[in-house]
T-cell receptor, first 113, second 113 residues
C-alpha cells in the first residue's frame, strides 16, 4: 500500500523567503504524486502533479516540486513567499491499481510580514 | 461551471440521528470519492466509486453508507451519527483514478453532539 509522510505540521517563513515543504512517499510501484492547497474554509485545489514525465514539475503561483526516486521525495518549493500563500498544503499519492488519492497529514504554512 | 457541489455546508446532529450528505458533479467524471478531514490527520478516504454502479470501501468506512445514484451524484449516509463522526466531509471527483487530478467540493462541516 502507498503512503505519504509530510515532515513538519507547521512551517513559518518571512515574506520573500524561500518556502520548502517536505513530502516523502512510499509505494511499491511507480507513483503519481500531487500537491494540493487548502485555504481557510475552502476545498482543496491542485497546485501541481507528477505523472512520470519531467521530474521537475511546475505548478500555479510559482510553486514547483521535484520528484526524486532515490530519496522517495517530492518536496514543494517556492522562491519567494507571499502573504497570500498562507494556507494548508497536502501531499498526495496514487498508483494505477488504486483509484483514490492517499493524503499526507498536511503542513500549515504561515507567512510573517 | 459549478464543478463539485456539496450540500449542506453545515450541519449539527444529535447522537443517533441520521442524515445524508449530497454531492453532485457536472464534469462528466467517472470516479467520485468521499473523504473526511480531521485535524492533524489529513484527508482519509471513506468510500469511492470508480464508475456508475460501483462502490468500494476506503480507509474509514465504518458507520457510513454510500449510493452512486447516477454518474453525477454520490451520496454519503450516516445511519446513526456518533460524536466520533464530527468532521469536515469532502466530496471529490476525477475523470478516472490513477494519475488524474481530483476536484473537490467546498466541504460539509458536521458536528455530532
Amino acid at each position: 500500500a502507498q503512503s505519504v509522510t509530510q515532515l513538519g505540521s507547521h512551517v513559518s517563513v518571512s515574506e520573500g523567503a524561500l518556502v520548502l515543504l517536505r513530502c516523502n512517499y512510499s509505494s511499491s510501484v511507480p507513483p503519481y504524486l500531487f500537491w494540493y492547497v487548502q485555504y481557510p474554509n475552502q476545498g482543496l485545489q491542485l497546485l501541481l502533479k507528477y505523472t512520470s514525465a519531467a521530474t521537475l514539475v511546475k505548478g500555479i503561483n510559482d510553486f514547483e516540486a521535484e520528484f526524486k526516486k532515490s530519496e522517495t521525495s517530492f518536496h514543494l518549493t517556492k522562491p519567494s513567499a507571499h502573504m497570500s500563500d498562507a494556507a494548508e498544503y497536502f501531499c498526495a499519492v496514487s498508483v494505477p491499481t488504486r483509484r483514490a488519492l492517499t493524503f499526507g497529514s498536511g503542513t500549515r504554512l504561515q507567512v510573517q510580514p | 461551471n459549478a464543478g463539485v457541489t456539496q450540500t449542506p455546508k453545515f450541519q449539527v446532529l444529535k447522537t443517533g440521528q441520521s442524515m445524508t450528505l449530497q454531492c453532485a458533479q457536472d464534469m462528466n467524471h467517472n470516479s467520485m470519492y468521499w473523504y473526511r478531514q480531521d485535524p492533524g490527520m489529513g484527508l482519509r478516504l471513506i468510500y469511492y466509486s470508480a464508475s456508475e454502479g460501483t462502490t468500494d470501501k476506503g480507509e474509514v468506512p465504518n458507520g457510513y453508507n454510500v449510493s452512486r445514484l447516477n454518474k453525477r451524484e454520490f451520496s454519503l449516509r450516516l445511519e446513526s451519527a456518533a460524536p466520533s463522526q464530527t468532521s469536515v466531509y469532502f466530496c471529490a471527483s476525477s475523470v478516472e483514478g490513477g494519475g488524474t487530478e481530483a476536484f473537490f467540493g467546498q466541504g460539509t462541516r458536521l458536528t455530532v453532539v
